[in-house]
């Protein structure tokens, strides 16, 4: 059973920076793409942005494109999300998933983390 654990989230400013961390217990070949996700409070839950270990395979939503970042670092199974010119439309609970299909749909994820909150204050 892989098992994925979020850390990294606060309370900061508009135009403040965060990372958040997402580290998997185990890899395998079904948890070849690493996702993140996001909720926002009454709202659905959304796709952030996907990447492959090897670091190949990046995409990421318009909405954070150009202000988002996601890396890896293989020797400590882990996946960063690096959160630059954040803005208050930003805050909500940010998941990590694990799959093997390249997708932007939550339902073809397998795994996923317990969430970090993110919260923007303007």
């Known amino acids: 059973q892989v098992q994925l654990v979020e850390s990294g989230g606060g309370l900061l400013q508009v135009g403040g920076s965060l990372r958040l961390v997402c580290t998997a217990s185990?890899?395998?070949?079904?948890?070849?793409?690493i996702a993140w996700f996001r909720q926002a409070p009454g709202k659905e839950r959304e796709f952030v942005a996907h990447?492959?270990?090897?670091?190949?395979?990046?995409n990421y939503a318009n909405s954070v494109k150009g202000r988002f970042t996601v890396s890896a670092d293989n020797a400590k199974n882990t996946i960063y999300l690096q959160m630059n010119s954040l803005k208050p439309e930003d805050t909500a609970v940010y998941f990590c998933?694990?799959?093997?299909?390249?997708?932007?749909?939550?339902?073809?994820?397998?795994?996923w983390g317990q969430g970090t909150q993110v919260t923007v204050s303007s």
């Open positions: 998933a694990a799959g093997s299909t390249l997708s932007m749909e939550e339902d073809r994820y397998s795994y």
């Open positions: 185990t890899r395998t070949w079904r948890t070849t793409l």
């Open positions: 990447m492959s270990w090897s670091s190949d395979n990046t």
